[in-house]
């Protein structure tokens, strides 16, 4: 059964850091590209950044230099530093793993992330 499970979401004031942690277990970790979705409430959920297998990465343009997505194969995690963090940040981020050759998709339960003075 494959799970995918969130840590490292809380409290943090305006100007601060998190670091999300995502743990992937089931399945072949590395063989699947990484995205972190965040939704806040009343809008939809939206892309934050992503890692493919090969270690590519993207952003969306509201975090692009101040979050870090990276991924480590040996501990089947992949990580999401966020700096600088504002209000607008605040949401439940979710980390979703993709192996599109095989029509694999998998949702973790989310972590949620608050950024308030």
């Known amino acids: 059964q494959v799970q995918l499970v969130e840590f490292g979401g809380g409290l943090v004031q305006p100007g601060g850091s998190l670091r999300l942690s995502c743990v992937v277990s089931?399945?072949?970790?590395?063989?699947?590209?990484i995205d972190w979705y965040r939704q806040a409430p009343g809008k939809q959920r939206e892309l934050v950044a992503g890692?493919?297998?090969?270690?590519?990465?993207n952003y969306a343009d509201s975090v692009k230099d101040r979050f870090t997505i990276s991924r480590d194969n040996a501990k089947n995690t992949v990580y999401l530093q966020l700096n600088s963090l504002k209000p607008e940040d605040t949401a439940v981020y979710y980390c979703n793993a993709k192996w599109p050759p095989g029509g694999l998709d998998y949702w973790g339960q989310g972590t949620q992330v608050t950024v308030s003075s």
């Open positions: 890692i493919t297998r090969g270690g590519t990465t």
């Open positions: 089931g399945t072949i970790f590395s063989i699947f590209d």
